[in-house]
């Protein structure tokens, strides 16, 4: 949460030279894509449509390659938001990296110390105050439009995270989705846990998965946490895995065309 799109484009570049065709996005009122709107203090935007900025995005990719498979590689939240996707048929696979549901208490254990204070006093105090959540300026995510943070309190607060807030067409839609995950844990993820990735994965009650718990000094790195995977220092010990996972995802028939 929080992470623009050039943090990802070193990697996204390195995967374009692997022979993919790579697309990287800004959710509305993040990254490049607040220059494109109003200011976020006037934002109106909320999960429901980033959901939508991102499935968007998907529907353009697939247009740009019609009769070739369609991967998602979504890192935290972008390996939540495809199971509330209109059309989830349009993707092939998803590459799952440092992700899980945000239940505080399934967090790891110094996120989980550090949750109250958020979720109790920062998001429902600030954010009115602000118009928007300062993350940047308070140092806890990013900075977000007031829906995204308050809905995305919500669902950090619900032992069943999305689904239990939104009920039962969120959960329907979860469950609507058929293609195969493959799930990277990190092991010294300072916000997510096990536990946090496999009640993702629960919510995905139709889709096949694969998880890779991947331990910092197997792969010969000191530290990965939850943002190292896509850093440059990971380029040798982990981003040859994911182009792996990618080679190793079942290619779907040709696709008829519209």
């Known amino acids: ?17 692997q022979g ?9 009122g993040h990254g490049d894509s607040l220059a494109l709107g109003p200011p976020l203090r006037t934002l109106k935007a909320d999960l429901n449509d980033w959901a939508r900025d991102y499935e968007a995005v998907v ?10 498979p369609l991967y998602l590689i979504g ?25 899980g549901v945000g239940y505080w208490r399934h967090n790891a254990a110094a996120t989980r110390r550090r949750a109250p204070l958020l979720w109790w006093l920062l998001v429902p105090v600030v954010t009115p105050l602000a118009g928007y959540f300062p993350g940047r300026r308070l140092g806890v995510v990013g900075d977000l439009p007031a829906g995204v943070i308050q809905q995305w309190r ?6 069943e995270y999305s689904v239990g807030v939104e009920g039962p067409a969120v959960r329907a839609s979860y ?49 990965i946490g939850h943002l190292g995977w896509f850093r440059a220092a990971s380029q040798a010990a982990l981003w040859p895995l994911l182009a792996q996972a990618l080679n190793d995802l079942p290619r779907p028939a040709t696709r008829a065309h519209a």
């Not at 992470?3 to 484009?9: I, K, L, N, R, S």
């Not at 993919?20 to 509305?28: A, H, I, L």
């Not at 697939?62 to 070739?68: E, L, S, V």
């Not at 919500?154 to 032992?159: D, E, K, S």
Request: charged share 15%; hydrophobic share 50%; glycine share 6%.
């Open 1 to 17: 949460m929080g992470v623009p799109q050039t943090y990802y484009a070193p990697f996204a570049q390195w995967l374009a030279a």
């Open 20 to 28: 993919w065709r790579v697309t990287t996005f800004d959710y509305r």
């Open 59 to 68: 529907a353009y990719a697939r247009a740009a390659a019609i009769d070739g």
């Open 75 to 99: 890192h935290s939240l972008g390996a939540q938001l495809p199971g509330m996707f209109a059309q989830p048929e349009r993707v092939d696979g998803l590459l799952a990296v440092a992700t």
């Open 154 to 159: 919500r669902w950090c607060l619900h032992p």
């Open 175 to 223: 469950a609507s989705v058929a293609f195969p995950i493959r799930a990277f844990a990190v092991a010294d993820d300072e916000m997510l846990t096990a536990e946090s990735m496999q009640g993702l994965l629960r919510l995905y009650t139709g889709a096949p998965h694969l998880v890779q718990r991947i331990e910092p000094q197997a792969v010969g790195l000191k530290r």
